[in-house]
């Protein structure tokens, strides 16, 4: 497991976080995988985030750099009532790629739930796979070009 770092947090999206959300979530920034998570005005930020607040089984979790309070990247997670499980779909921004930031804000995410979280990775993601393998979490199926990872926090 990776050094346990404090450079980061996690929270709920809200409303006020929308400016962050739109400089880090452009379509050319965010990867082929997420596009619908992906924001090019001010109001496609709010459109995403106010869906995401209203859901009923899906939360909008931020990454933020602790220090400055800066939105790097997000995680979407879908926890539905009779399950013991999330499914997650998270990107970080640009910049911020490279860091382990994804691992770190994982950790803590399974940590807020109390739940496995699970991840559906195209086999041509490779950055996803290997943020799966750091973690240590295990391929539960396989389903035609669709690796579903388990993550036991």
Do not use: W
Request: charged share 25%; aromatic share 12%; proline share 1%.
């Amino acid at each position: 497991m990776g050094k346990k770092r404090t450079e980061l947090f996690v929270r709920e999206v809200t409303e006020n976080d929308k400016v962050g959300y739109l400089k880090i979530s452009r379509s050319e920034d965010v990867g082929e995988y997420v596009k619908y998570m992906s924001a090019n005005s001010l109001e496609e930020a709010s459109d995403f985030i106010e869906r995401c607040i209203q859901a009923h089984y899906t939360t909008l979790y931020g990454i933020f750099q602790a220090k400055s309070n800066r939105l790097i990247g997000v995680m979407e997670a879908s926890l539905y009532p009779e399950d013991n499980y999330a499914t997650v779909s998270y990107f970080v921004g640009k910049k911020y790629r490279g860091h382990e930031y994804v691992e770190e804000a994982i950790r803590s995410l399974s940590t807020i739930l109390g739940k496995e979280l699970r991840f559906e990775v195209h086999q041509s993601n490779s950055s996803s796979h290997r943020v799966q393998q750091k973690l240590h979490s295990h391929i539960l199926k396989v389903r035609g070009s669709y690796f579903t990872y388990c993550y036991i926090g």
